[in-house]
């Protein structure tokens, strides 16, 4: 059922939700540049991306989680 603007709920995303987003990525990237750096060969290129992509991962998510945490 199609209700107008007037009658819709309004959602919003709150800084807690945010922040547990974040970190729930920051524990994903941890685990995954864990089991590629006991597992992994640095002069495998797949492996040196992986290693490159969890890495970079990780420093964008902690700046975007000390940006929430000071901005919101």
């Known amino acids: ?8 709920l309004q959602m919003s995303i709150t800084k807690a939700e ?3 987003s974040i970190e729930s990525d920051i524990s994903a990237n941890t685990t995954k540049l864990g089991a590629i750096m006991s597992t992994g060969d640095i002069a495998s290129s797949e492996d040196s991306d ?3 992509t969890y890495t970079l991962s990780l420093s964008l998510l902690y700046e975007a989680k000390a940006w929430v945490e000071t901005n919101l």
């Open 1 to 8: 059922m199609w209700l107008p603007s007037s009658h819709r």
């Open 50 to 52: 992986k290693l490159t």
């Open 18 to 20: 945010l922040l547990e």
